[in-house]
C-alpha cells in the first residue's frame, strides 16, 4: 500500500511542470527589456537587451536592425519561473546593444511566429551618451578604455601623437592584447605597434592598464569626433596570480570602448609658395650629387635627405628652382621605412632622388627648394640648397664618381663607393678556334667500359666461389643424411643425441665423441687451450671405446655425464 | 753473312716507307682542318663549311672541329644548325668556355627553348659519366656477396645477422644507384636530345601539317624525341609539353648523323 502511495507521489512530482508546460499556451508573454539604468548606453560600450518568452521558446534573429545601434544576439537561457502563479517555461534570449554615435535610438518592435500566430515586444528608446571619464566613475567600473591625445587643436596633415589604454581592475590582470580599433574617415593612423603593460591606482583602486601609443594626421579641417576606440583584450580570471599559478590561470575575452574626444583640425593657411610639397612639422635638408664632373648629356642622381619632426608621409620631392629648359629632368623617387618615419616626437628621416640631366655646359646646379607648415609658429618655411659647382664637358672625357657616398659622415670619408660590374653584351659569336683540333677516339661512352666489365667478372667470381663452396658443404651434408639417416651432421644436432646420466656409458662416449669430431670440422681455426681440451677428451672417449680396457656397459654415473654435458655446452657457446 | 745484311736493309727501308705513309695518312684530317679555317678566315664560308663536313663524314671526332663548323654555321645563316653544333661541342668537351659562350649568345638572338636544369640535375651534369650505374653495380655485388657470406659460409656464421643487415642495405643502395642512372640517361644527358635546326619549326598536336599549334619552336631548342612515326617525331619539350614535330626539323646531338641526312 505505502509503494502505491509513493509511486502516486512520484508521478504527480513529475507531470505537474508538463502540465504547466502543456497549458503555457494559456500563459504565453514575449516581453523586451534594456538592463541599463534610464535605458541610457555610454557611447561605444555594450549595453544588455533581453526578450523572455514565457510559455516554450521561439526562434530569435541573430541580428536586430535598428538605426544608429548595433544589436547582436549573445546567448539563451532557459527555466522554469512563476509566471501569475502558474510554474512556466521561461526562455531569455540577450543580446548586445551597442552605439557609437550620440543622440536618441528607438530599438523596433520584435515580432516572432509562435503557434500559428505572431507575437510582439513593445518598442524601447535608449539614449547614447557621453560617458562619464571622471577618476571616480572610473574607479567603480571593472574594466574600460581611454584614449587620450597630446592636443586636441591641430592642422591638417600634422602629426599628432595619441595613446589607447586599456584600465582592468586588480594586478596583473591584463594577459595581452589581442585587437585595437580607431577609426575615422578623416584621418590617417599610423597603427599601434607596442604595447606597454603597467598598473596604477585611480581612485583607491588599483587597475593594470596596457597602452597602445600610435600618431594620426588629419586630412580634412573642421570638428571632428575621435572615438570611441575598441580593445580586446585577454584578462586573468583568477585575479592576476604569480608564478605557476599565474601560468594556469584562465583568461577571457573582454572588448573595452574608449571614450570619445572633440577636435578642431585647422586648415593650412593660404598663400602656399610653389615649392610646399605637403610636410608639416620642422625639417632640415642636405643635398648631394652623385657626379660634379661630366660630360654634356650625362645624368646627374641629386639625392636628398630630409630629417626632422613631423610628417614626412605627406611630404613630396624638394623643387628644381631653375627653369632653364636645358636642364632635363625626370619624376622624383621617395624612401620612407616604418623605422625612419617621424612620430610627431622623435626625428625621422626621408629620402628622395632625383635624375636631371644638363643639355649645355653648366657650370653649377642650381638650388632645390623644399618648403613646409611649421604649426608651432604657424608659419611656412622654405628651406634651399647651395647650389653646386660641376664641370660640363662635352669632348667625352670620362667623369668622376663622386668617392662619399651618400649617408656617410665625414670621418668615414676614405670609404668609395664600389663599382658596378659591367655585364656580357653577347653581340656576335666568338671567332673559330685557329688551334690544331685534339683528334678523340671517342666522346665520354654512353655505354659501360672494358673496367666495367672487369669489375663485374671479379665480382661474380667471389660470389659464385661463395656460394658454390656453400652448396658442395650442404650437398656433401645432404649425402651424409642419405647414407646414415639419423646420423647427426652438426655440432648442434649431435649435442641433442647425447644420452643423459644413466644411459649406457658405451652409448654416451660414442655420442660425446661424434660431437667432439663435428665440433673440430666446424671450428678449424678454434685456439690452442680449447684444441687441447679436445683433444683430451677425444682420447678419453677413444680410450674407453677401442682399448679393451673396459667391457662394462654400466650405466655412465651422473657426475660424469655432468662434467662432459658441460664441456660441450660450453663449447656450443663459443 | 751478306744475304742477312741484304734482308735487314730491305726490312729497315719498308720499315720507314710504313711510316712515313702511316704518318702522311694521320695528317690528312690536319691539313683539311686548317684549310677550312683558311677558307673561313677568307670569308669562303659554303667551302669552310664542305671541308669541315668532310672531316665529319669519316667519323673524325674534335670539340674544335665541331666549334668550328658551329661558327661557320652561323655565318652561313643556319642558326639552328650552330647551335646543334655547339651543343656537340660540348658534349666532346663539356667545359669549353668557347662553347658555352657562343651558345650564351645565340640564347640570347634566338630565344630558344631548353630544359631547365634543376639541383639535381645540376650535380649530375658534373659527375662522371656512369656513376649512377657503377654506384648499383658495387653495392649489389657487395650486397650479394655479403648475404651469400652469411647464408652460405660456416666462418662468418657468427656475424650471420650483421651480413644479413647490410647485405639488404646495400642491395636498397644499388637501387637508388640504378634509378639515378636511369634519371641521368633520360633527363641529364644530352645525347638524348634533338635540336630544332629548321627556321620555322612549330610542335603540333598530330602528326599531320593540318594541325594545330602546340608551340612555336625556334631554332636551337632543345626537345627529347619519344617516339618516332614516319616523317614525324612525338617530343617532349621544355615547359612541361608535347607535341609532334616534322622528323626533318630535327637533329639528334648524337651520334652525329651521315651529313647528307
Sequence with gaps: MPRRIVIFLLTLFFAL???????????TIFSSELLNADNKIPIGEYGTLVFRFAGGDVDMPAQIPAEGLEISHSQKHSNFSDVNGVST???????????????????????????????????IVVAIHERDDSDAAN??????????LDKTEFYVNEIVPFTMTGYVRGRNSINDVVRAQLEHESFIFKGFRNVRTNASEIGNTLFSHASLPSTFFALKPGEHRLGPGMMAVRVLESGGGRGLSAFF?????????????????????????????????????????????????????????????????????????????????????KTLTDEEDSDGIEPGTVRFSQVIIPEFDATEIPSFELTYFNPINAEYVTLKTDPIPITVSDDGSTYEVLEEPLNVSSNNSESSQ??????????????????????MAE??????????????VAFSIAFCTIVGFGLFRWIKRHQLRINHPGAPTTFKQSLKRIPKAGAPRKEFYHAVSTSLSLWQKENTDAPPPVQDLIDKITRRCETFLYSGESTSDAPIDPDEAGELHSILRRLQTQ | MKPHLTTFIRTVVAAVLFAVTCSAQAQEPDEVYLAANTDFESGNFEQAKLKFESLVEKGLIASELYYNLGTTQYQLGNEGEAMLWMRRAMLAEPDMPDARQNVEFLRTRLGFLEFDDNALDKVL????????????????????????????????????????????????????????QRYLDRNVDSRNFSTVVAPNAAALTAPSPDAKAVIALPPGSEVRVLQTSGQWCYADIPGDLRGWIKSSQLKANWPVPPIDS
Design chain 1, 17 to 27: 511542470p508538463l502540465t504547466a508546460q502543456d497549458n503555457s499556451g494559456a500563459q
Design chain 1, 89 to 123: 517555461f521561461v526562455t531569455t534570449h540577450f543580446y548586445r546593444v551597442r552605439g557609437t554615435e550620440l543622440g536618441q535610438y528607438r530599438i523596433p518592435s520584435v515580432s516572432v511566429p509562435f503557434k500559428g500566430s505572431e507575437v510582439s515586444t513593445q518598442p
Design chain 1, 139 to 148: 574607479a567603480s567600473r571593472s574594466e574600460f578604455g581611454k584614449l587620450e
Design chain 1, 249 to 333: 590561470a584562465r583568461t577571457s575575452l573582454k572588448e573595452l570602448a574608449t571614450n570619445t574626444v572633440t577636435t578642431t583640425v585647422k586648415p593650412l593657411p593660404e598663400g602656399a609658395p610653389a615649392s610646399f610639397t605637403g610636410g608639416v612639422g620642422v625639417f632640415l635638408i642636405n643635398a648631394k650629387p652623385s657626379t660634379t664632373e661630366l660630360n654634356v648629356g650625362d645624368p646627374i642622381s641629386m639625392d636628398f635627405e630630409v630629417t626632422g619632426v613631423g610628417n614626412l608621409r605627406t611630404m613630396s620631392a624638394p623643387v628644381f628652382s631653375s627653369t632653364d629648359e636645358n636642364w632635363k629632368t625626370f619624376d622624383p623617387a
Design chain 1, 418 to 439: 664600389a663599382a658596378d660590374r659591367p655585364a656580357p653584351a653577347f653581340e656576335d659569336m666568338l671567332h673559330i678556334r685557329l688551334t690544331s683540333p685534339r683528334w
Design chain 1, 443 to 456: 666522346i665520354s661512352p654512353g655505354k659501360p667500359g672494358t673496367l666495367y666489365l672487369v669489375v663485374q
Design chain 2, 125 to 180: 651534369r658534373k659527375s662522371p659519366h656512369g656513376t649512377g650505374r657503377w654506384i648499383g653495380t658495387l653495392c649489389l655485388w657487395t650486397g650479394l656477396i655479403c648475404l651469400s657470406g652469411a647464408f652460405f659460409s660456416e666462418r662468418f656464421r657468427p656475424n650471420r645477422s650483421t651480413l644479413i643487415t647490410v647485405g639488404v642495405i646495400l642491395a636498397m643502395f644499388s637501387i637508388v644507384g640504378f634509378q639515378l
